[in-house]
């Protein structure tokens, strides 16, 4: 188990049980980012929902050390693994130990998993939750049949299962339930890590009896597809635009000012192989 730093007493008895754990994965010098995410999608206070920024702390300048010592006394919703470094090639490990804690420390029914540049809909996304499995959920936007990164920083030395990813949701926002988030803690030791951490989990979870459900109201992509007043959380966003489309909603209700397309969607077809599984892009589809 990862060493940390958190207001929250490790290892209490009795710890409240929250319905959803908002787990932000957070690089320790985008104070502004967080500060533009705790005053747009978190800054409406649900029942029995609570949130962490993640950071790792390895290797730290001491300046900015400092700084994320001292936003956390001011809000005491930080995470400060002091066993991870910050660096592209860490960020499994990151998730991997975030998840540790979590599981250590709080009782809850579901995590969402997401990144400091995604925008989150919290109260349609929790009534949402409420009509999908409460057991052995992964919900997120799949894909299936992806080459493996040969070169550059995404490179998989360690990948040799297949010549294609595992099934996996993308890392801009997934859910899971606390016992699949449990299965991944209690085996940690086990783990292989690869590069991308969405990738890692949806391996760790391959083997699994469970409910995969893929929504085209994660836009959690590499490159966001648009604006969408359906999106329940967007990828890739700036703190302007967190703060943009938080305004929309105060403002009209709507997440987006007029809604656009960038790129097609597809609803994932579990009866094929994963090759085959992504290829159906509809125009119809947010």
Known sequence: MPSE???EKSNYSLPKQFYLIVMIISDPTKSATRTAIRETWLSNTHKDVKHFFVVGSKGLAQDVLQNVLDEHSSYHDMVILESINESYSSLTGKVLAGFQWLHSNHNFTFLLKCDDDSFV?????IEQLHKQPQ?????GFFKGGSSVFQKGKWKENDWFLCDTYLPYALGGGYVLSSDLVKFIAKNALFLQQYK???VSVGVWLSPLKIHRVHDVRFDTEFKSRGCYNEYLITHKQSASQIREKQANLVKTGKLCQSESRVRYSYNYNWT???SKCC??????LP
Do not use: C, G, I, Q
């Open 121 to 125: 809909r919290m109260s349609p996304l």
């Open 272 to 274: 094929v192989l994963p």
């Open 279 to 284: 290829k159906n892009f509809d125009p119809e």
């Open 196 to 198: 991308n951490e969405d």
């Open 5 to 7: 730093l958190s207001s």
């Open 135 to 139: 057991n052995h959920l992964y919900w």
